[in-house]
């Protein structure tokens, strides 16, 4: 049970992760048009 | 108080369901007005009807009522093979997400995102034509799953037989597909917010009945009872290890055909050029999979909890009767009915985006591709969507009279095979420049028919196999032909597009550059 536990824990995690840094990388950029606005969780 | 056999609950709950349903198509059918709206919501789509479409089209009936399932049949087993594998897949998304939504002009449709990458000056494009051919398919099969679950549960709730429940089901799912995207994404939220308000009810039903988790795991850790009254007898403790009655071969393939496979699933790609932008794209699938997380310990327990509940299902049943037996037998009439509508809104959420999706690729990417002169005539053209919508729906009620699979198991092979086929030509277009045409029609050919040999062979991984020589085949593909030219690839990869790339999109999609400021108008608004 603990191991099924962890694939499903770790692929939250992942997500988490990967959409932070897809954010930080079109912050980054400084593209409005992507949805650059100055804040992580937001977009233009 | 019942009437005809049913309780009262069931009526007022459906009758409220139903008004609400025709509210929203009607409200959201005024919101299309282009093509773009029709088939992607006209790239303008916010964070809440992202999320709650994202969510609704992510819990269908292989989730539903096919999860549960196979939780009763093999245990927790299940959890690694879909329940880790398709959020796996929604957490490589936002990476997808965060490209595909880059362009300025984006594609329409899937088969669309292909050709302007890989064939960008062909007249008539093979590729758009291939790829919408075998998403027709997969999308078929997936509306086909979705009808039969919704029969399952009628028939066994309600009495009334399958064959008649199935017609019913096409009504509401014709109704809500006629008004394109917008009117499936915002009956879709709904549908998420009944789907988890349904399954809690559900999962507060089966804790009630069996005592709470302690009991249930107790239980797992001894039963011996067969999946069907008559069968063999499990080994004691098999429902609590890992790989179950599977093996971890057979679960790995599984659960890669899940992750991968699904991550690459064209209606996936579809979903991503909806929102405003590519960074609305990301937090889209970030929170659907936060959304996801309740409605998933949901059925994990519906599902664990049954075992105790019903030990062995009646000659005859599959695994995929197990959640309306369930409620049948122990949930009150109006946690019943509550869980029937979320249900019932799992098939709908699905099937309304899959029936979109084929349609549109019978449509848009086959039959408008075939006929590459003139402007498009936007009207005509979402009236066509319509019927062919309409045409469509009416064949797949017919071809769920027989149901032939295993709810959750039929969504497993069309997965497997749409990643076996896309998956590099998918991530490879969005992430390498040098992926070129050639590379993306070895990939797709090759995959897919490694994938349908394996799985015909009974190899217990076909969707590896089919990936792994599709990879071979696109990278020879690629290193024997030509660099791509930069109209391929420029939007995926540079803020600003040139203006022969440019011209290039809007050759493709058929509109001049006034069309595109009204989208960018709509967009701001």
Known sequence: ?44 | MELFGIGISYYIVFAGYLLFLAWTTFQSMKQVETLSDFTTGGHRMGLILGVGTSVATWVSVASVMGVPGYLYRTGVAAIIGWVAGWFLATSIMPILAARVRRPEIPPRTFPEFIRMRYEPFAKVSSLQIIVAVLMFVGYFIFCHLQVVGFGIVFNTITGIPYEYAIFGFLAILVVTSLGGFWSVAATDTLNAVLILIGLAFGMAAVLYATGGYGAIFANLATSTAPVNVGGPELPAGVLLTPEGTFGWAVLMGIFMSNALGASVSPHWINRFMAPKNAKAAVLQMMWTVVALIPIFICLITIGLGAKMLLPSLPVGKTTDYIMPLIVQEYAPPFVGAMTLIAILAAAISTANSMLLNCGTSLYYDIYRALLPEGKLDEGKAKNHLRYTVLALGLLSVLSAIKPPLLLAMGFTYVYGAFGACFMWPVWLGLFWRRMNRSGAYAGILVGILAYVVARYMGHSNPFAVGSALSLAATLIGVYMTSAPPKEAYEAYFEPEMSPTTRAVALKIRREDDDAHVVMKTQAAE
Not at chain 1, 11 to 19: L, M, R
């Open chain 1, 1 to 44: 049970m603990l191991i099924a536990l962890l694939f499903w824990a770790g692929s939250i995690a992942f997500c988490v992760g990967a959409s932070l840094i897809c954010c930080k990388q079109i912050e980054a950029s400084g593209v409005r048009r992507w949805g650059a606005c100055g804040q992580l969780f937001f977009y233009e």
